[in-house]
């Protein structure tokens, strides 16, 4: 992701669903000015005393964001939580945020177009192209996308990590 934000750092990083802070860390340790949103409260207090980063306690179903304030968006493994329904609306949310040019980076776990509950948590898992109409509709531009890990069969990369711009202008 960061190498495809166009801004010299430090720059400004939300992580979406920042769970208890890892990658919230590597940003800030990497010089950038990091804010983590998580939707559990357990890992809100987590997240800061680890990072030593903003972690702001936030429902993804009601976000209340910054206009046009984020560089780029790290959602890793975070948006697929978000029942499909709400989905255009919740991109939409987070493409106000970023600033014209900003990243949007998602990793989802990859599946056939289908939301369902797995135990207590719900879960929504898409092919790319299915992950494609998400994102094109709410006016995100694609710059790459890849299956993680890398380096095995398909069948053994659950993860379909894919990389969006905000344009600088809507037509």
């Known amino acids: 992701?960061?190498?495809?934000?166009?801004?010299?750092?430090?720059?400004?990083?939300?992580?979406?669903?920042?769970?208890?802070?890892?990658?919230?860390?590597?940003?800030?340790?990497?010089?950038?000015?990091?804010?983590?949103?998580?939707?559990?409260?357990?890992?809100?207090?987590?997240?800061?005393?680890?990072?030593?980063?903003?972690?702001?306690?936030?429902?993804?179903?009601?976000?209340?964001?910054?206009?046009?304030?984020?560089?780029?968006?790290?959602?890793n493994a975070s948006l697929f939580h978000v029942p499909g329904c709400e989905v255009p609306r919740v991109l939409k949310e987070l493409r106000a945020t970023l600033k014209p040019g900003g990243i949007l980076f998602s990793s989802n776990p990859r599946g056939s177009n289908e939301e369902c509950w797995n135990q207590d948590r719900y879960g929504m898992y898409h092919d790319i192209e299915g992950w494609r109409r998400y994102m094109t509709a709410a006016e995100f531009v694609e710059m790459t996308h890849y299956y993680r890990p890398a380096g095995l069969p398909r069948e053994q990369q659950p993860w379909l990590a894919s990389v969006w711009r905000k344009p600088d202008i809507l037509c």
């Open 1 to 75: 992701m960061l190498q495809n934000i166009e801004c010299d750092p430090p720059c400004k990083i939300l992580d979406f669903g920042c769970g208890p802070g890892r990658d919230l860390k590597v940003f800030k340790e990497l010089g950038h000015l990091a804010v983590g949103l998580e939707g559990a409260e357990r890992f809100v207090e987590m997240a800061r005393s680890y990072s030593g980063c903003d972690v702001w306690f936030q429902d993804f179903l009601s976000l209340d964001l910054p206009s046009e304030y984020f560089d780029g968006i790290f959602a």
